[in-house]
């Protein structure tokens, strides 16, 4: 496995090819794709996917390289990762502050990233390998999008306009949920 600078591609297992007779690091290839949904019933280990994708990430990241704000609206099992230094934040159902204030702060972001990478296209990447100067990527998890949406769908449209805008300033969206259908068309 290398490691690209800035760019997140945290190994989540391997993968076996028998008619070549080879095994390979399986990997999310968040900053070269983008957003990332995740589709299993309950049971089928979609938290473990995560919790697998942040240890991970732990290993070959530093904090001004990648943060993680996580939406826990599962059964909270990602509150382990609660004192990890790449972790901004875990908010859970009853955090309706606290995810009024992510919102805020992802916009805002935003907003202040499209004047930083101005010079550079605009775009996440550039500003990095040409300015001299870093900012950390930010990847959103949100566990059970299905509890989040009925909980909170007040934010259904800045989610959709903070998924598409923010990949190309370095922001994006991890989001697990029970079937394709749980999510809104605009969204997916």
């Known amino acids: 496995y290398e490691k ?3 760019n997140i591609n ?21 900053s070269d794709k983008g957003n990332t949904l995740i589709y299993g019933v309950a049971g089928s280990g979609k938290e473990n996917l995560i919790s697998t994708m942040i240890y991970s990430s732990m290993l070959y990241y ?7 704000y996580i939406i826990d609206f599962g059964s909270e099992a990602l509150r ?6 790449l972790v901004g934040d875990i908010l859970y159902s009853d955090d309706t502050d606290k995810i009024s204030n992510l919102f805020k702060m992802l916009s805002s972001t935003i907003d202040s990233r499209k004047k ?9 990447q550039n500003y990095c390998k040409n300015s001299g100067k870093t900012v950390p990527n930010i990847v959103v998890v949100i566990n059970n999008y299905e509890a989040y949406q009925e909980t909170f769908p007040e934010y259904d449209d800045q989610l959709i306009i903070l998924s598409r805008e923010g990949v190309k300033y370095g922001i994006y969206f991890v989001i697990a949920t029970v079937t394709p259908n749980g999510l809104r068309f605009k969204l997916k």
């Open 62 to 68: 530093h904090p001004n390289e990648l943060n993680y």
């Open 80 to 85: 382990v990762f609660k004192n990890c230094p």
């Open 4 to 6: 690209k600078s800035f």
């Open 10 to 30: 945290p190994i989540i297992g391997k993968y076996d090819d028998p008619s070549m007779q080879q095994q390979h690091l399986l990997t999310i290839p968040i």
């Open 116 to 124: 930083l990478f101005a010079d550079y296209n605009g775009d996440y």
